[in-house]
């Protein structure tokens, strides 16, 4: 018997290399979240974290985007800003999608992709 999904499933599907934006100071990362689920997500927030940067207050260092509602096998592509060059001198980054977990998922496990870059 198959253990199909009835309702949403959001996983991040794509986290593309980061790009350094000279004019702002600042890197953009773009991620694809996609709903690998058989029902419609409702809008949510992903959210990327740094855990190589900290801010001072000893957090690291993280950005959110605003992710659209999505039907079944749809994606959406969110856009990071971090206010500096995250090569130091690799990059590792986190993207997870739903981080507030707004949506109500099949599996809240596969929420979160990682991302390592050599400098």
Partial sequence: ASM????????????????????????????????????????????????????STGAPYNAIANTPALAPGASATVTFYLPYWVYNPDADLEVTADYKGMVQECNENNNTMKFHGIG
Avoid: F, M, Y
């Avoid at 999904?5 to 996609?34: M, S, Y």
């Fill in 4 to 55: 199909e999904c009835a309702g949403p499933d959001l996983v991040v599907a794509i986290i593309n290399k980061p790009q350094w934006d000279a004019a702002n100071h600042r890197t953009i990362i773009t991620a694809e979240i996609r709903n690998i689920g058989s029902s419609n997500a409702a809008a949510s927030i992903a959210r990327v974290i740094d855990p190589s940067t900290a801010q």
